[in-house]
């Protein structure tokens, strides 16, 4: 048993300290996401480092001591969504069918037939918008009995699993697919034009994620990206995909303070969407981030229909009246500087 709770303590603490090194490298980076799952690891090697160590061993007290404070600084990291953390998102003041939007935000999984039920779970949740990634041509035709209900379109299908379409009941302007990292990995850019006749953009966006041989540079490059038009534009804005990241990652944090954007999940809770045949394993991949304009009236993860992800529904308002910019981290310079330098690295 001495040598089981060994290994489980080594495990846990590399898992714990390779994501502090800075490096894009995907056996690095993979240790950003499973945050909860390392922490009960350290949890479970510290209740068996009491019981089946020799408590005179002075490697036990280190060892107890690295465990606990791998412990806590795993903890920090996903403390902020949590309810034990202040929100960040303003709930919505003033609630009226003009200013209230809602998004349905899916990875469909390129393999996954149910197309069935994601146009029933469409009818039913009613979304002003949807924007869905890894669709191929076989899920554009399925999707095209909603041509008629959302009326404005922007179809990017691939067979590469990094398709992706938008679709919206309220008009779009400046409608691009762009290319911005990588040849075959598209984003979306869009005006849309709200109910209130005022103008806001959606950037789509699904980046490779950190697997053996597809190290993180492009990723994180591609986040940044957007998050520097973000920053540099004085639209109101919303960031929404599957960023193939979590949100408390370096680069999440770092692309949410740069762009000065609000997180809903903060102090509320992790939604978490990916994978769902895994409970223990779950992380939230699929974001919904939105300038301060905007208030929060709801955000569901929403039942499995196929996919490896679940989707997941917000509805906000327009409320640029409303002041928010207490609850948003100011970025300092030095952000700033690593921004502009992974991004110069990256393309």
Same mark, same amino acid.
């Given at each position: 048993?001495? %040598? =089981?709770?060994?290994?489980?303590?080594?495990?846990?603490? !590399?898992?714990?300290?390779? &994501?502090? !090194?800075?490096?894009?490298? #995907? #056996?690095?980076?993979?240790?950003?996401? /499973?945050?909860?799952?390392?922490?009960? %690891?350290?949890?479970?090697?510290?209740?068996?480092?009491?019981?089946?160590?020799?408590?005179?061993?002075?490697?036990?007290?280190?060892?107890?001591?690295?465990?606990?404070?791998?412990?806590? =600084?795993?903890?920090?990291?996903?403390?902020?969504?949590?309810?034990?953390?202040?929100?960040?998102?303003?709930?919505?003041? $003033? !609630?009226?069918?003009? $200013?209230?939007?809602?998004?349905?935000?899916?990875?469909?999984?390129?393999? $996954?037939?149910?197309?069935?039920? %994601?146009?029933?779970?469409?009818?039913? #949740?009613?979304?002003?918008?949807?924007?869905?990634?890894?669709?191929?041509?076989? #899920?554009?035709?399925?999707?095209?009995?909603?041509?008629?209900?959302?009326? %404005?379109?922007?179809?990017? &299908?691939?067979? $590469?699993?990094?398709?992706?379409? =938008? =679709?919206?009941?309220? /008009?779009?302007?400046?409608?691009k697919v762009r290319y911005l990292v990588e040849e075959e990995v598209p984003s979306i850019a869009t005006k849309i034009t709200l109910r209130t006749g005022d103008e806001v953009m959606l950037y789509g966006l699904h980046p490779r994620p950190p697997k053996p041989g597809s190290d993180t540079y492009e990723r994180d490059t591609e986040i940044l990206l957007v998050g520097k038009e973000v920053q540099e534009s004085s639209i109101p804005s919303i960031v929404a995909g599957d960023l193939n990241d979590v949100a408390w990652s370096h680069t999440s944090e770092l692309f949410q303070r740069y762009a000065q954007l609000i997180d809903p999940r903060e102090g509320v809770g992790m939604f978490n969407t990916y994978n769902t045949s895994l409970p223990f394993f779950r992380y939230p991949l699929d974001h919904i981030f939105y300038s301060e304009e905007f208030g929060l009236t709801r955000m569901e993860r929403l039942e499995h229909i196929g996919s490896d992800h679940f989707p997941i529904y917000i509805e906000l308002t327009f409320e640029p009246e409303v002041d928010q910019s207490e609850f948003i981290e100011k970025v300092d310079e030095e952000a700033e500087e690593e921004v502009q330098e992974t991004i110069e690295k990256g393309t």
């Open positions: 048993m001495k %040598f =089981f709770v060994y290994i489980l303590s080594a495990i846990s603490l !590399i898992a714990t300290g390779l &994501p502090l !090194i800075k490096s894009a490298k #995907w #056996w690095i980076r993979i240790f950003d996401f /499973p945050r909860m799952s390392i922490a009960v %690891f350290c949890l479970l090697a510290l209740i068996l480092c009491f019981r089946y160590i020799h408590p005179r061993k002075i490697y036990k007290i280190a060892l107890i001591s690295l465990l606990a404070v791998a412990l806590v =600084f795993q903890l920090s990291k996903i403390i902020f969504y949590t309810p034990l953390y202040p929100r960040q998102a303003k709930v919505s003041q $003033n !609630i009226t069918e003009e $200013n209230r939007l809602s998004i349905l935000v899916f990875n469909v999984r390129m393999e $996954n037939e149910e197309t069935e039920k %994601f146009v029933d779970l469409v009818k039913k #949740w009613d979304p002003d918008m949807i924007l869905i990634t890894e669709p191929d041509s076989i #899920w554009a035709e399925a999707l095209s009995v909603l041509d008629k209900e959302y009326e %404005f379109q922007i179809k990017e &299908p691939l067979p $590469n699993t990094y398709g992706m379409m =938008f =679709f919206s009941k309220f /008009p779009l302007s400046e409608k």
